[in-house]
């Protein structure tokens, strides 16, 4: 059983009702629902954390190693595209994690497309929407799995 980590970023507290076109109708307590059930039924435990606060994002990362955090799956919402500092607590702990964006960020405006966490990142999720989540705990689980095995 490995403990995982699931960080949301700004906005996404905001879900169900920020721009459903963009971000679907799902409200991130019921992601944050399946994804933890998901969890169970793989044999691991995951952790939920959402803050509009780039400090409190970085402390929860830095966090994370101390309570043997195996995996994180991120969500870093618009701190994709500005946010070094939790970049860099992303490389201080050295957790492997899965960057995950509910749209296609591709698709969308220039700015946009530039992330500060794909290439430091274990494996990418863009635009498959609330499914993406539970993609990622699946993935998150496989490669913990290798990891131990």
């Given at each position: ?124 999720l863009f635009g498959f929407g609330a499914y993406g989540y539970e993609l990622a705990v699946q993935g998150a689980s496989q490669y913990v799995g290798q990891a131990e095995g």
């Amino acid at each position: 059983m490995s403990d995982l980590l699931l960080v949301n970023g700004p906005n996404l507290n905001l879900l169900g009702s920020r721009e459903p076109d963009v971000y679907g109708a799902d409200r991130l307590e019921d992601i944050e629902a399946r994804c933890t059930a998901m969890a169970t039924s793989l044999g691991h435990s995951l952790q939920c954390f959402q803050s509009n606060a780039e400090h409190e994002l970085i402390d929860r990362v830095q966090q994370a190693a101390n309570d043997g955090v195996a995996f994180i799956i991120l969500n870093p919402g618009a701190f994709t595209h500005t946010s070094i500092a939790l970049r860099d607590a992303l490389l201080a702990v050295q957790i492997p994690f899965i960057e995950i964006h509910l749209s296609n960020t591709f698709a969308r405006e220039e700015f946009r497309h530039n992330s500060y966490f794909s290439d430091i990142a274990s494996s990418c999720l863009f635009g498959f929407g609330a499914y993406g989540y539970e993609l990622a705990v699946q993935g998150a689980s496989q490669y913990v799995g290798q990891a131990e095995g």
